[in-house]
């Protein structure tokens, strides 16, 4: 009798815990190991916010359960979202805080989806975005993203008909594993064929904080019709480094906020009350510690991008995010996973092979910007002289 549910047999293994045993077995070797394959941030929360989280933690009624969550929480964000992106969202409608985007765009699919609707992927694109597709039992459709096209879809090349059978589509710019940001414009298109189709549009914005053009990172809900057709979610995982501590909230259309809401009533309960302190603490942070951080991210990309070009490889600068997206050398080209098996042997660097966002993302490996710019540039030396370009 087989010991796990048929549904399984679709996944194998997180590419990140097989990675993560490689680390540990060679650790335990005694070799140095820089690991750039999974996107934790190395910095720190802000002080401020980690005071929070200890002074309410020492407060013995806060372990209770959690049933809702508290007014004051959905107000910072509604105010966040005026104060930052100039979206104007209800609070008491608008807004639903969930256990990291990762657990909610896990659960999207079984609040949104029946049999056969169609859920469009971006391809290469970040993994539980068809794994909550597929577990609400969605038809998974993708669209291709390709350096050629800056790694935007084109949308006039998906067919009317499977636009008139999407139940939503997923976007996320800046792009987790690409690194490619997208225009105001694209969104505004998009929006256009949703009210036209009758479709939603399901955004991933994790990344609006870490932006290297001269234009800053945006909500879509400040365009206009946005809250019509779509909602996103919005992570403290990256602005505030406060990955741990699993922070994110599913903001805009009051209908998709409410089947999600509904459909988490049956498997949680909510946000530790503590943890809400912290993301109204981290919410009310000044601008400049986010735009300090990016400023930051930047050194880092400079540093591992001009040194893996002055090393051999022509890796392309990202426009956005703490990732690289380096396109493999010739000898590599279909074989991402074998590079990576290569890297770490030869000079015990670890990334992220392309292949595991998708049969588009084969070409290409992700380098985490988690280091300082100082180690990251003598990471890719070290990468150059260890003789894998060749």
């Not at 969104?187 to 549009?201: D, R």
Request: aromatic share 12%.
């Amino acid at each position: 009798m087989a010991k796990q549910a048929t549904r399984l047999n679709h996944f194998q293994e997180g590419i990140f815990s097989a990675i993560e045993r490689k680390v540990v077995a060679y650790q335990k070797q005694g070799r140095e190991i820089f690991n750039l394959s999974v996107g934790t941030p190395d910095f720190h929360p802000p002080q401020q916010v980690m005071d929070v989280l200890s002074q309410e933690s020492l407060v013995p009624k806060n372990y209770r359960y959690t049933l809702r969550d508290y007014p004051e929480l959905r107000q910072a964000v509604a105010d966040y979202y005026q104060r930052r992106y100039q979206a104007q969202v209800d609070p008491d409608t608008e807004v639903l805080a969930v256990h990291g985007t990762q657990e909610g765009m896990g659960h999207l699919g079984m609040a949104l989806c029946n049999p056969g609707d169609v859920v469009l992927l971006p391809n290469p694109g970040y993994p539980v975005f068809e794994a909550g597709a597929y577990f609400g039992e969605a038809q998974l459709e993708f669209y291709p993203m390709t350096r050629e096209n800056r790694f935007l879809p084109q949308l006039d090349k998906i067919p009317a008909e499977t636009w008139a059978r999407t139940k939503y589509i997923v976007t996320s710019y800046p792009s987790n594993p690409t690194g490619a940001i997208a225009p105001r414009s694209f969104y505004q298109e998009l929006i256009q064929y949703a009210k036209q189709y009758g479709f939603f549009i399901i955004n991933d914005n994790a990344y609006s904080d870490i932006v290297f053009s001269e234009e800053s990172g945006f909500s879509f809900l400040s365009l206009p019709g946005a809250k019509e057709v779509g909602a996103e979610f919005f992570s403290l995982s990256k602005s505030f480094n406060l990955t741990g501590a699993r922070l994110s909230f599913f903001v805009g259309n009051r209908e998709l906020v409410s089947a999600l809401n509904l459909m988490r009533s049956q498997l949680d309960f909510g946000v530790f009350l503590p943890l809400q302190r912290v993301a109204i603490q981290a919410l009310n942070t000044p601008r400049e510690y986010t735009l300090a951080q990016c400023e930051e991210y930047r050194k880092r990309r400079d540093a591992l991008c001009g040194g893996l070009r002055e090393a051999g490889w022509p890796v392309e600068d990202s426009q956005g995010t703490m990732f690289v997206f380096a396109k493999l050398p010739p000898r590599w080209e279909n074989n991402s996973a074998g590079f990576c098996e290569a890297l770490v042997d030869a000079c015990g660097v670890v990334c992220t092979p392309g292949a595991a966002f998708g049969s588009l993302g084969e070409g290409y490996v992700r380098f985490a910007l988690v280091r300082p710019p100082e180690e990251l540039a003598a990471i890719a030396r070290r990468i150059g002289e260890c003789g894998i370009l060749k």
